[in-house]
Nanobody, 116 residues
Framework: QVQLVESGGGLVQPGGSLRLSCAAS????????IGWYRQAPGKERELVAR???????NYADSVKGRFTISSNNAKNTVYLQMNSLKPEDTAVYYC??????????WGKGTLVTVSS
């Protein structure tokens, strides 16, 4: 089992920055990748960024150049640095771990609101 806890959400003005954290615990060795997803009101959940255990990253086109995903293996934590935030980035942000055994684990999410 893998447990994930997100933190760092909040209210920020357009153009501002936030850093989200996803702390993992449990059977960490089984994790193949961790991704950040978001779900805005009335919309489907979408992938924002993902990082593999080997360090490979990929991003949604809508956040390329503004968001950066990184990991601190010593702290079992994955970060999402979000810069130049826009109102359309407003959503609940979730992290998901995908294990090498085909299991997916989700955190409970953290709310990001971009508004003046």
């Amino acid at each position: 089992q893998v447990q994930l806890v997100e933190s760092g959400g909040g209210l920020v003005q357009p153009g501002g920055s936030l850093r989200l954290s996803c702390a993992a615990s449990g059977t960490i060795f089984s994790i193949n990748s961790i991704g950040w997803y978001r779900q805005a009101p009335g919309k489907e959940r979408e992938l924002v960024a993902r990082i593999t255990s080997g360090g490979t990253t990929n991003y949604a086109d809508s956040v390329k150049g503004r968001f950066t995903i990184s990991s601190n293996n010593a702290k079992n934590t994955v970060y999402l640095q979000m810069n130049s935030l826009k109102p359309e980035d407003t959503a609940v942000y979730y992290c998901k771990a995908q294990s090498r055994y085909g299991m997916d684990y989700w955190g409970k999410g953290t709310l990001v609101t971009v508004s003046s």
